[in-house]
């Protein structure tokens, strides 16, 4: 009677150890509002702070505070549009901005012409 009790109990402990490690109750989702600029053309090529070359075809961000390898969702505020962005760099270095997105994030979010949008940025972070 000890063995099945010990046994029911390991199961029990197993069967929780394995619903935390699919939930992960230490991520939480982050937001933020504010404005959204983008990387002049000028930057193609150039190392950005992680080490990385600027690409401006691919879906890259620069944020002053988060992790590189961080993927932030970038939301226009204006029209809806959002796309999947990877921090590699640091900046924008102006308190007016919130996010540096990459050339083709600025198209894609559909404010390329205009030079800047109001966006919400989200992301996961472990607390």
């Given at each position: 009677m000890k063995h099945c009790l010990l046994l029911l109990c390991m199961f029990l402990f197993i069967q929780t150890y394995a619903q935390q490690q699919t939930t992960d109750p230490d991520t939480s989702l982050s937001s933020r509002t504010g404005l959204?600029?983008?990387?002049?053309?000028?930057?193609e090529g150039?190392?950005?702070?992680?080490?990385?070359?600027?690409?401006?075809?691919?879906?890259?961000a620069a944020h002053l505070t988060l992790p590189f390898g961080t993927i932030v969702t970038v939301t226009n505020l204006s029209n809806g549009k959002s796309v999947d962005v990877e921090i590699n760099d640091r900046g924008?270095?102006?308190?007016?901005y919130i996010?540096?997105?990459?050339?083709c994030a600025a198209?894609?979010?559909?404010?390329?012409?205009?030079?800047?949008?109001?966006?919400?940025i989200s992301y996961s972070r472990k607390t």
């Amino acid at each position: 009677m000890k063995h099945c009790l010990l046994l029911l109990c390991m199961f029990l402990f197993i069967q929780t150890y394995a619903q935390q490690q699919t939930t992960d109750p230490d991520t939480s989702l982050s937001s933020r509002t504010g404005l959204a600029t983008y990387y002049h053309h000028k930057f193609e090529g150039r190392r950005t702070t992680s080490g990385a070359k600027y690409r401006s075809k691919k879906f890259t961000a620069a944020h002053l505070t988060l992790p590189f390898g961080t993927i932030v969702t970038v939301t226009n505020l204006s029209n809806g549009k959002s796309v999947d962005v990877e921090i590699n760099d640091r900046g924008p270095h102006s308190k007016r901005y919130i996010i540096d997105v990459s050339e083709c994030a600025a198209k894609e979010l559909g404010f390329f012409s205009k030079g800047q949008s109001k966006v919400e940025i989200s992301y996961s972070r472990k607390t």
